[in-house]
């Protein structure tokens, strides 16, 4: 009997042991996903936001050829922007965990503006504007409103990005 007492206990505190130790695993597992996922979305974030600030000095160089009557030689790559890390922190259910209901609506705005579509349009006022077919008071509305948007939108990837930084 005093054997079967001591296995038992030895299993038994063998296997409480083991279940502790994948416990700690699973923790330690999870906290390091999240700080490559948060790492990832942070260089991501750092690149759109250079993205941003190269398409505000183009449409400041295409509203300034624009006021001298000059061709305008701009084409804003919008479709370039990355998302997939912001997904990522989405679906891994992060984003309540760091970013606040503005953030998310904010966030939520600003993705359907970098697409191929909108990259069309935007380069359409260009081309629009070179061969005349839009006035020179409409392209400036158009393309001020999207220096606008542009400017909000770094701010607010830029909000995004200090709250999340590792």
């Known amino acids: 009997m005093e054997n079967f007492s001591g296995s ?3 299993s038994f505190l063998g296997f409480c042991f083991a279940l502790v130790l994948f416990f700690f695993q699973e923790v330690f597992r999870d906290k390091r996903k999240e ?15 250079k ?9 400041e160089s295409a509203i300034n050829a624009s006021n001298a009557n000059n ?9 370039l922007f990355r998302w997939f890390f912001l997904n990522k922190f989405y679906e891994e259910g992060m984003v309540g965990k760091y970013l ?14 970098y697409t191929i579509q909108s990259e069309n ?7 629009q504007r070179n061969s005349n077919t839009i006035e020179h008071s409409e392209f400036q509305r158009k393309f001020s409103y999207e220096k606008g948007e542009i400017h909000k939108n770094k701010k607010t990837l830029q909000k995004v990005l200090q709250k999340i930084k590792i």
């Open 100 to 113: 606040d209901d503005d953030d998310i609506l904010n966030i939520v705005d600003l993705m359907p503006r």
């Open 121 to 127: 349009y935007v380069n359409n006022i260009s081309v």
């Open 71 to 79: 061709e305008i030689n701009v084409y804003l790559k919008l479709s």
């Open 51 to 59: 993205l941003l600030e190269e398409f505000e000095k183009e449409i």
């Open 35 to 49: 700080k490559n996922i948060r790492k990832n979305l942070e260089r991501e974030l750092v690149f759109n936001v």
């Open 8 to 10: 038992f206990w030895g």
